[in-house]
T-cell receptor, first 113, second 114 residues
Framework: QKEVEQNSGPLSVPEGAIASLNCTYS??????FFWYRQYSGKSPELIMS????GDKEDGRFTAQLNKASQYVSLLIRDSQPSDSATYLC?????????????FGQGTILTVHP | GAGVSQSPSNKVTEKGKDVELRCDPI?????LYWYRQSLGQGLEFLIY????????KSGLPSDRFSAERTGGSVSTLTIQRTQQEDSAVYLC????????????FGPGTRLTVT
């Protein structure tokens, strides 16, 4: 069973702090990872993709991938109440099923003023 | 530009009836995906299309589920003889192609089977 696991939270941080979201995966065959944000009652919204080891920054968001340790993380700097949502980690499948994304259960983030 | 669109946004049906859910991908996106999300559950992959072809149907829960795509654009997901456990939000996503994994989701169809 190829799995993606996330700390389910909920994670609560004060406004302005750094929120750290983590994800581990078991399938070493995939090279692609994604972070989605999902507000309650809405569909997932892509916020970051990462394909290579190391860090990738986009505005207040930084994705980190460590293939040796099989984890991927998302850092949100200067967290805002509007960042409160469920964050989904997704892994692209390798091999012949490479169109498929496998998602973790999601981490609920609450940013309090 | 326009994003992924889905219809209907909500569907209530009686157990045993057939339903059809529609997805219109982002213009120019050749790959299309169907997922479902049950209350409190994660996203579950159902099927994907590259063009009109569905190479991987392994995620379809049972033979009551089928999907097709015509003209490399619109896709329909059909559920026959619906059951209460089919109640979920059905999400469609599209990507430029299978080599560009960034998938963009539509607003979903909330299906309730009574």
């Amino acid at each position: 069973q190829k799995e993606v696991e996330q700390n389910s939270g909920p994670l609560s941080v004060p406004e302005g702090a750094i929120a750290s979201l983590n994800c581990t995966y078991s399938d070493r065959g995939s090279q692609s990872f994604f972070w989605y944000r999902q507000y309650s009652g809405k569909s997932p919204e892509l916020i970051m993709s990462i394909y290579s080891n190391g860090d990738k920054e986009d505005g207040r968001f930084t994705a980190q991938l460590n293939k040796a340790s099989q984890y991927v993380s998302l850092l949100i700097r200067d967290s805002q109440p509007s960042d409160s949502a469920t964050y989904l980690c997704g892994q692209g499948a390798g091999g012949t099923s490479y169109g498929k994304l496998t998602f973790g259960q999601g981490t609920i983030l609450t940013v309090h003023p | 530009g326009a994003g992924v669109s889905q219809s209907p946004s909500n569907k209530v049906t009686e157990k045993g009836k057939d339903v059809e859910l529609r997805c219109d991908p982002i213009s120019g996106h050749t790959a299309l995906y169907w997922y479902r999300q049950s209350l409190g559950q994660g996203l579950e992959f159902l099927i994907y299309f590259q063009g009109n072809s569905a190479p991987d149907k392994s995620g379809l829960p049972s033979d009551r589920f089928s999907a097709e795509r015509t003209g490399g654009s619109v896709s329909t997901l059909t559920i026959q003889r619906t059951q209460q456990e089919d109640s979920a939000v059905y999400l469609c996503a599209s990507s430029l192609n299978l080599n560009r994994y960034e998938q963009y989701f539509g607003p979903g169809t909330r299906l309730t089977v009574t």
